[in-house]
């Protein structure tokens, strides 16, 4: 039931919202004294309440160095556990003050949607996971496939370009939650399951036998995810946009946790800058000059929350591949601080 | 005279603004106008906002492309089609499913209803424990427990379980043979239609005889006839125009044949059996309703059990059932909606699930959603008050 009220009571909340949810998000956080960030209702390595009930991944990371860089406090965030269906109401609605849930940046997304994307924080791509025992071994090999898949995703319409661009039949399954997807993956229902490459390894984890399941080498789209705010806010769209590109920034200079502080005393002017020594880069989107340095000390860098989410020693040992730094052969580039 | 006169005095001698005629009018005039305001300030508050926000609006969305899929549908639809044509699909699968819903729920729960006051001890406990369970667990439970039930015993496709006939049982449905129909058929389809004529006017004129003199017809073997053996005899005669395409074994399922997915069975399943409890209270309520006399006077006219309830205590134990069966036809209808748990293709699912999301035309669709469903419950409780007055007991 909480599925089917949710977009009717956020539309609703849409109808009656006084306005002032698009203006002067910093404000309204700092106020209330913590950031709502959108979240996963449970991704491994990317969105997910551990054991404990601390949230943990990639885009939690990035959603604690967005309130380290306001309030140097890393715990001031509300985490909101969307479905994928739920998501952009919840934001257009005022309801999360940012969205960090494995989001696709889309036209139609950027544009219709009233959303604004505020950078890449990990480059994906559309794969299929099949049982070993099917002899699949290309996913050209699935026409006649039943596919379950997330509806209210980017992954549905990828789906359905894929099997038509190759004249291949299929039937799609859609469930409202990706615990219903999976669950019905693993009880035969599809003969396939679809969804980010990335999505298909942390799902992996909770079937039943994960050794049973392969997934398979074709990559069918690209899915760049990344934070997302609601447009009409500029000053709150660019915080996001550059606390992102201050750990990018920070790992290409070799700023990490544990020599934050001595590089304090660098002698490199991009990392005095980075660091608030030099300039008044802070200030200029509405916090203080060591904003960098809270995100940093308290968080880590891009390539330590990647490492440490889902790096190649964690459980979903994912290699670093397109979101390596772009001096390393990856994609991941932030603009410079100056 | 007098009295004449202290009337008219007592009319003519109160202020216009202490008339409670004028009182009332002026109340509701005030009463719109303030509804008329909050929905003006509710509408033009939405559009403000939608356009401060960046969303766009309007109702132009339904015609561009959905681009994604379906696989239970009822007409056409693929993925060129528009989001118009998938907001139908998802539409006749909700009334379908409720259609089909209501009519089994309605028969299931007459017979436990009855069972219910069975004097048969074992009949009568079965039904009670039925119906205390049921009505008791959440509907999404149930639904939950009826999808991983029906799906998770079943074979894999190639392991189907082979029915005679050509229907094959699997995790992915039931694949049924589809009838292929020869141009003859059109015969056959003019007899059955000619046959269930003849068995309503067979039953009328039976009736009328009965009334004239007294004597009764065995009207229900007869229209058995009129209805199935007719058509079976055209079928012989005509040498049986209608042929199966048999769904085989093709890659990963079947291909050929018409699938009924496991989705829709859960859905119908969980749907029927939980209204049906609820039926069931509300029938034997009414029964309970019709006063012991009735059955007594039955009796002693030397009916027999089965013709007391069908002919006395059911058509006035009706009047108490209908108003609550129409409530429950209305929750089965909205509750078909849970179908978005278990993957099954309705309204709800398609069109303020997927279509809303795709579209992010939070607004609009939830308007439309919401006008499908006030549409529904309003056709059904129409049709049901006119159901009751019609077997309403006409008092002479």
Not at chain 1, 185 to 206: Q, V
Not at chain 2, 207 to 216: A, S
Request: hydrophobic residues 45%; neutral net charge.
């Amino acid at each position: 039931m909480r599925n089917t009220l949710m977009p009717a009571l956020l539309g609703v909340a849409v109808a009656f919202a006084a306005g002032t949810a698009a203006a002067a998000t910093l404000d309204e956080v700092k106020s209330k004294g913590f950031l709502t960030c959108g979240s996963n209702t449970g991704l491994a390595g990317f969105g997910y309440p551990d054991d404990q009930g601390n949230w943990k991944g990639i885009d939690v990371d990035l959603c604690r160095a967005i309130a380290a860089a306001i309030f140097n406090d890393p715990e001031k965030v509300k985490f909101v556990p969307l479905s994928a269906k739920d998501r952009f109401t919840a934001l257009q609605s005022g309801e999360v003050d940012v969205l960090v849930r494995n989001t696709t940046w889309t036209m139609s997304r950027d544009t219709a949607l009233g959303l604004n994307f505020a950078g890449v924080n990990y480059y994906d791509g559309q794969g299929f996971m099949v049982r070993k025992d099917l002899g699949v071994t290309s996913a050209k090999e699935l026409s006649g496939a039943s596919v379950c898949v997330q509806q209210g995703t980017t992954t549905e319409l990828n789906l359905a370009d894929f099997f038509r661009a190759n004249g291949m039949d299929y039937e799609v399954v859609a469930f409202a939650s990706s615990d219903e997807t999976v669950k019905a993956y693993d009880s035969g229902r599809c003969d396939a399951f679809t969804t980010d490459a990335s999505g298909l390894y942390a799902e992996r984890l909770k079937l039943t036998n994960p050794d049973e399941h392969i997934v398979l080498p074709e990559i069918i789209s690209k899915e760049p995810l990344g934070p997302v705010v609601r447009q009409g806010d500029d000053q709150w769209f660019s915080l996001v946009k550059w606390v992102h590109n201050a750990m990018i920034n920070a790992e290409e200079l070799g700023v990490t946790q544990a020599n934050v502080d001595e590089m304090r005393n660098s002698s490199n002017p991009e990392i005095k800058r980075l660091l608030g020594i030099e300039g008044e880069f802070g200030t200029a989107i509405g916090l203080t000059n060591d904003w960098a340095y809270n995100i940093i000390k308290h968080v880590g860098n891009y390539g330590e929350t990647f490492d440490r989410n889902v790096g190649p020693d964690t459980e979903l040992g994912i290699a670093r591949g397109l979101n390596a730094l772009w001096t390393k052969g990856g994609l991941m580039y932030a603009p410079p601080i100056r | 005279m007098a009295t004449i006169d202290i009337e008219h005095g007592a009319a003519s001698r109160v202020a216009w603004y202490n008339d409670p005629r004028i009182r009332g009018l002026i109340y509701q005039a005030l009463l719109v106008a303030v509804v008329a305001f909050l929905l003006y300030e509710a509408i033009s508050n939405a559009a403000e906002n939608l356009r401060r926000a960046n969303i766009a609006s309007g109702f132009g969305f339904l015609n561009a492309t959905a681009g994604f899929s379906i696989n239970q549908k009822l007409i056409e639809y693929s993925e060129t089609s528009t989001y118009g044509r998938a907001f139908l699909v998802g539409l006749l699968n909700t009334l379908i499913v409720a259609a089909i819903g209501i009519l089994l729920a309605t028969i299931l729960g007459f017979i436990i209803g009855i069972a219910r006051l069975s004097r048969n001890f074992i009949i009568n406990r079965m039904a009670y424990v039925y119906v205390e369970v049921v009505r008791n667990l959440p509907l999404l439970l149930q639904l939950l427990f009826w999808y991983n039930a029906v799906l998770t015993p079943l074979p894999a496709p190639r392991n189907s379980i082979e029915l005679p006939g050509g229907i094959f049982l699997n995790n992915r449905g039931i694949v049924m043979p589809t009838p292929v129909l020869e141009s003859a058929m059109a015969i056959v389809a003019a007899v059955i239609l000619a046959g269930v004529v003849a068995a309503f006017a067979y039953r009328s004129w039976a009736r009328r005889r009965q009334l004239e003199t007294g004597m009764q017809y065995p009207v229900f073997r007869v229209a058995l006839l009129l209805v199935i053996g007719l058509p079976a005899l055209a079928l012989v005669l005509t040498g049986f125009p209608i042929s199966f395409e048999v769904p085989e074994l093709r890659g990963f399922n079947f291909a050929g044949g018409t699938p009924i997915y496991p989705e829709f069975f859960a859905l119908l399943i969980g749907l029927v059996t939980y209204t049906a409890a609820f039926i069931a209270e509300i029938v034997r309520a009414g029964i309970l309703a019709v006063s012991h006399g009735q059955t007594e006077a039955g009796a002693a006219l030397g009916f027999r059990q089965g013709k007391i309830l069908r002919l006395i205590v059911i058509p006035q134990a009706m009047r108490v059932i209908i108003p609550p069966l129409t409530s429950q036809y209305l929750n089965l209808t909205k509750n078909s909606s849970l179908a978005v748990a278990i993957g099954y293709p309705d309204l709800v699912q398609v069109f303020a699930g997927t279509v809303l999301n795709q579209t992010g035309q939070a607004v609009e669709v939830i308007l439309i959603t919401m006008g499908v469903y006030l549409t529904i419950s309003l056709v059904t409780s129409a049709f049901m008050n006119w159901y009751n007055r019609r077997v309403a007991l006409t008092e002479r």
